[in-house]
């Protein structure tokens, strides 16, 4: 999600100020709120979506790629210890198996004793009925949504498979009429409901339900699991079509307009089919191209790895990956011009306020994107995020132009699979937007601030 370390800071932009005047600035990191710290975001284990670390462990499985592989039809490397998809959907059931209220684990239990899940929601289990008592003034909370969460880390399969394809094709109305999910769903109702139909009596939704011990949820139930993944797919390219509109980036320009998104992992490459983009299209039907690069140093191998600048078809999405930190992606390749300078840079939950870990590797790209202007979009999962984020932001003197609710987030829940209770949050549920610095002191100015703070 973020680059892991910082190895140098970015060169000196022409008109800016000196390093080592900036260099002091992010301060307020030292003293982290612990309430950001309980969120424990920046560690989510969703580095693939409904698929946790502990999940590839259970399958027995080293590494995403390998994940990939066994998904592609391909032999795995490790053993692969699951032979039909009963026993897959088992063991990543087995990884939500313990005590929400004392942690045990099914082998810490005796053998008479066994993990019941709570009736309601499926999702979280007790030991027995005291700790299942205890919990439940906590675990009411997010009973419910936590239902949601077990149907849709179900559901997920359909599109890992393919069997879910989202719909797709010109837009009916200009993107300025669709401001929102509601406006996209009711833009989109008649193909949404044929595919959805499809989708609820084909075979691969049989056999799922089949293989799992979770009985077939009611039709509608199905239906708006498939719409919160669906959100959840298409909540990247819209939310970067939205930063495109809010900072007023020209998508006629000749030659294309190039989006970079900084510090991409496997949640922006890993699931992502090419046609996903294809929203930006429809979103900007007179564009004459897009260039999407993803760049981060957990990148999904085997996403495009091309970065050329050769020139873009009018109304096509050129999508591509470079593995490493932005800020020696911008020495080698765009300040050496081998590849186009960008008109958006988006950045998918940075998690910069997190730690002061994260922040000293995110520090170099931030003040490069403030240094040089770049119109840029971050977005962040909670209110709370939002708030921390913001002040990070102003403390770096970044001059923001927009922030608030995403108009386009993602509608399916995120669980925090260690500490079930919490409040499950959405991906990309609040946006900021800056452009450049807020005030562009001059040198002495700038020496005065820094002495003032030593
Ligand atoms: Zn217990
Ligand atoms: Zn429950």
């Known amino acids: 999600m973020a680059p892991r370390s910082q190895r140098r800071k970015h060169k000196k932009p022409p008109s800016s100020v000196e390093p080592k005047v900036v260099t002091p600035v992010p301060l307020t990191l030292s003293k982290p709120d612990p309430s950001i710290d309980a969120l424990g975001f920046c560690s989510?284990?969703?580095?693939?979506?409904?698929?946790?670390?502990?999940?590839?462990?259970?399958?027995?499985?080293?590494?995403?790629?390998?994940?990939?592989?066994?998904?592609?039809?391909?032999?795995?490397?490790?053993?692969?210890?699951?032979?039909?998809?009963?026993?897959?959907?088992?063991?990543?059931?087995?990884?939500?198996?313990?005590?929400?209220?004392?942690?045990?684990?099914?082998?810490?239990?005796?053998?008479?004793?066994?993990?019941?899940?709570?009736?309601?929601?499926?999702?979280?289990?007790?030991?027995?009925?005291?700790?299942?008592?205890?919990?439940?003034?906590?675990?009411?909370?997010?009973?419910?949504?936590?239902?949601?969460?077990?149907?849709?880390?179900?559901?997920e399969w359909l599109l890992v498979t393919g069997d879910f394809v989202l719909p797709s094709g010109p837009w009916p109305r200009s993107a300025e009429v669709v401001q929102g999910w509601d406006s996209w769903f009711s833009m989109r109702a008649l193909q949404l409901d044929a595919t959805l139909d499809a989708l609820l009596s084909s075979p691969a939704m049989t056999t799922l339900w089949a293989s799992v011990r979770h009985p077939r949820p009611a039709s509608d139930v199905l239906r708006d699991s498939l719409k919160r993944l669906l959100t959840d797919a298409l909540s990247r390219p819209l939310t970067m079509g939205l930063g495109l509109q809010a900072l007023g980036i020209d998508v006629g320009k000749a030659g294309g307009s190039t989006?970079?998104?900084?510090g991409a992992s496997h949640v922006e490459t890993f699931?992502?089919?090419?046609?996903?983009?294809?929203?930006?299209?429809?979103?900007?039907?007179?564009?004459?191209?897009?260039?999407?690069?993803?760049?981060?140093?957990?990148?999904?191998?085997?996403?495009?790895?091309?970065?050329?600048?050769?020139?873009?078809?009018?109304?096509?999405?050129?999508?591509?990956?470079?593995?490493?930190?932005?800020?020696?992606?911008?020495?080698?390749?765009?300040?050496?011009?081998q590849t186009a300078h960008p008109d958006l840079v988006v950045g998918f939950h940075p998690g910069f306020h997190s730690s002061p870990d994260l922040m000293e590797a995110w520090l170099p790209t931030l003040l490069l994107l403030r240094d040089y202007k770049i119109p840029t979009l971050l977005t962040v999962y909670s209110h709370q995020e939002l708030a921390a984020s913001l002040q990070i932001l102003v403390d770096l003197d970044t001059h923001i132009t927009a922030y608030g609710a995403n108009p386009f987030t993602s509608l399916k829940p995120?669980?925090?699979?260690?500490?079930?209770?919490?409040?499950p949050v959405y991906c990309n549920a609040y946006y900021i937007m800056f452009l450049g610095g807020f005030c562009q002191l001059d040198q002495r100015q700038l020496e005065e601030k820094v002495d003032g703070r030593v």
């Open 44 to 155: 989510l284990e969703k580095n693939v979506p409904g698929l946790s670390q502990l999940i590839l462990q259970k399958l027995n499985m080293k590494s995403y790629e390998e994940y990939k592989l066994v998904i592609d039809g391909g032999t795995p490397v490790s053993a692969f210890r699951f032979h039909c998809p009963q026993e897959m959907f088992q063991k990543m059931e087995d990884t939500f198996r313990f005590c929400a209220q004392c942690r045990a684990l099914p082998s810490d239990l005796s053998d008479s004793r066994v993990l019941r899940c709570c009736k309601r929601c499926r999702n979280v289990y007790y030991c027995g009925p005291e700790c299942q008592r205890s919990d439940w003034p906590a675990h009411k909370k997010v009973c419910q949504e936590l239902r949601l969460v077990a149907v849709d880390r179900l559901m």
């Open 259 to 262: 989006v970079h998104v900084v």
């Open 271 to 337: 699931l992502t089919r090419p046609g996903d983009y294809d929203e930006l299209t429809y979103m900007f039907p007179r564009h004459l191209g897009f260039r999407v690069i993803m760049v981060g140093v957990d990148v999904a191998t085997g996403f495009s790895q091309s970065t050329s600048s050769s020139p873009l078809e009018p109304g096509t999405v050129q999508l591509s990956s470079h593995r490493g930190l932005y800020h020696d992606f911008w020495e080698e390749q765009v300040e050496t011009g």
């Open 414 to 423: 995120e669980q925090v699979y260690s500490n079930p209770n919490k409040q």
